[in-house]
């Protein structure tokens, strides 16, 4: 047994030896000319390079613009104007004698207004805008269309007004049907500026109804009509 252990030791003390004397694979030498790779750092601030333009813009009114070939593409350089209706000509009640409701003609209703605006260096803000309404045919309306009159005025934020535009859509009723809900055309707006540093905040644009001053007394009362307000 002795014998046994003593060969033992000795052919495993070969097969270390001769791993140890195993050569190594052959290694690319290494690059001494390479300069040291440069640590990156953050510091939680994007660079922005102050040469460059704004980024291009997206959204249904860019594109919208350069189909009216009025467009460049580029975001705006400040905020747009704010684009707002009041109380007391944002909506209309056509009524023909008592303030009843079998005495209603035509309504309508201003419910939403969507506006997109544009300008870099000293160009002009040009907005585009469109107007959401909600029209009505009363017991007294005449025919089956109405040419709604309404208006888009510029105003100088606390001030007076620059400019004012009136448009005029006719809006046909089927037979049997007493509402709409309808987007109006698209509408384009100019506001000069004096030099760059003059933003979109230093304007507002104000949309109303061509009111007589029956309705604008109306809207002004707070009046409104319900729809069942002539049933029994």
């Known amino acids: ?88 000509a944002s909506r209309f009640v056509e009524i023909d004698g008592a303030e009843k409701f079998e005495n209603v003609g035509y309504t309508g209703e201003i419910q939403n207004i969507t506006s997109s605006c544009r300008y870099y260096g000293n160009e002009p803000i040009t907005i585009d805008l469109q107007v959401d309404m909600a029209l009505g045919k009363g017991p007294k309306a005449v025919g089956d269309y109405k040419d709604v009159k309404y208006w888009v005025s510029v105003v100088r934020t606390d001030i007076a007004p620059i400019s004012k535009q009136e448009f005029t859509n006719r ?13 109006m055309p698209p509408v384009s707006i100019t506001i000069p500026r004096v030099n760059s540093g003059i933003s979109g905040t230093n304007f507002e644009v104000i949309v109303g ?15 409104r009509f319900r729809i069942n307000s002539g049933a029994k």
Do not use: W
Request: aromatic share 6%; with cysteine.
């Open 1 to 88: 047994m002795r014998s046994i252990a003593l060969l033992f030791v000795a052919v495993s003390s070969i097969a270390l030896a001769s791993c140890a004397h195993k050569p190594k694979p052959d290694m690319p030498p290494e690059d001494i000319s390479a300069p040291p790779p440069v640590p990156q750092t953050n510091d939680g601030v994007d660079k922005v390079d102050p040469t460059q333009a704004p980024p291009k813009k997206k959204g249904f009114f860019s594109n919208l613009s350069k189909k009216l070939n009025g467009d460049s593409g580029t975001a705006n350089a400040g905020p747009c104007p704010a684009v707002r209706t009041l109380y007391d």
């Open 171 to 183: 809006v046909y009723f089927k037979p049997g049907e007493d509402r709409q809900r309808l987007l």
């Open 209 to 223: 109804y061509d009111l007589t001053p029956k309705e604008l007394e109306f809207n002004r009362d707070g009046k």
